[in-house]
């Protein structure tokens, strides 16, 4: 039973995109549009190149937002507001998961390689508010990023979250690798299974799971 793998679990660790709502809404395409967008502004390129160094910078450093500050020097600060400024229209409120994620016995968290004032507003149109203890953004990791197990250690440190006594839930495969090397029991949630020997359970119904587990 996953309940048994679950019972030392002290703190729960929730990505955001594509974690807490479902990729289907494909909230995130509009995130990545504004990310193009604004590397085209700021670099002066064109939209396909613009595209091109958006994914290139996502596989190499992590984030886009990284790439940018390591290779060009730029200020996340307009970047992250600038791209996370997009409706939230396509999100519904789901008071069972809201019930799942208020249920589990301990502190509950969401990280993010978003901003937090962007969580916060995504927890809020789902209907999640008051079920977690703390949101943390990229900022709070010095706006380093997953999958860096630096950027993980220091929210964790930030927390004081026990990484033997935590569990982590991941839309990303690669997010999955550093918590695991720390010790937390890993979740991915995606509706494609990846096999991977850093990731314990696999998941395509986050409510359905963490009723399992209560």
């Known amino acids: 039973m996953p309940r048994d793998h679950f019972r030392h679990v002290e703190t729960w660790v929730f990505d955001l995109d594509n974690t807490l709502y479902s990729p289907e809404v494909r909230l995130f395409d509009r995130i990545e549009a504004r990310m193009t967008r604004y590397v085209m502004d700021a670099l002066a390129v064109t939209h396909a190149e613009a595209d091109r160094l958006r994914l290139k910078y996502w596989r190499e450093h992590g984030t886009t937002l990284a790439g940018l500050m ?11 507001e600038h791209v996370h400024d997009i409706p939230l229209d396509g999100l519904a409120p789901d008071t069972e998961l809201h019930a799942r994620i208020r249920d589990l016995p301990g502190r509950k968290i969401v990280y993010t390689n978003g901003s937090a004032p962007y ?17 943390y953004g990229v900022e709070h990791a010095g706006f380093r990023p997953k999958p860096h197990a630096q950027a993980f250690g220091t929210v964790f440190d930030r927390d004081g979250l026990d990484p033997n006594k935590g569990a ?3 839309d990303d495969p ?36 963490l009723a399992r587990l209560l």
């Not at 390591?70 to 992250?80: I, N, R």
């Open 70 to 80: 390591q290779e060009h020097g730029l200020a996340p600060e307009p970047y992250l």
């Open 119 to 135: 969580a916060a507003r995504v927890v809020d149109r789902r209907g999640l508010s008051g079920a977690f203890d703390a949101i």
């Open 168 to 170: 982590i839930f991941e």
């Open 174 to 209: 690669r997010n999955l690798a550093a918590p695991h090397a720390m010790g937390l029991r890993t979740v991915h949630v995606a509706g494609e299974k990846a096999e991977a020997p850093h990731i314990h359970h696999h998941t395509d119904n986050l409510s359905g799971f």
